[in-house]
């Protein structure tokens, strides 16, 4: 159950950062409000994930994971080039969160 909840911890702060990108600053009310909330609702379910995952190990795979969500759903939605040096970064990523998985956390 700690995945499920670790995913949605991801799925929400994916959505924080396309929210704020598009709050300009805060000044556009329903984007500032959706900021915040999933802002409130990706803490929670991380704070559920974080009753069995090592809390180091939780928040970095929580943070990583949507790092490489926002940059990819940046380039297929918002115009974002992708090159070389990302695709290299994302795949640095991905091979962090197997080494923290292989470790042995939750």
Do not use: P
Not at 76 to 88: A, E, H, I, S, T
């Amino acid at each position: 159950m700690h995945w499920l909840y670790l995913g949605m911890a991801v799925i929400f702060e994916i959505l924080v950062a396309i929210s704020a990108g598009k709050a300009a600053g805060f000044t556009r009310i329903g984007w500032t409000t959706s900021t915040l909330i999933a802002g409130a609702i990706a803490t929670y379910f991380l704070s559920l994930a974080m009753l069995t995952f090592d809390v180091g190990v939780g928040y970095a795979i929580w943070t990583s994971v949507a790092g490489v969500g926002i940059v990819i759903l940046g380039a297929l939605f918002f115009g974002q080039r992708l090159n070389w040096g990302k695709f290299f970064g994302i795949a640095l990523v991905i091979g962090g969160v197997v080494g923290l998985r292989l470790s042995g956390a939750a």
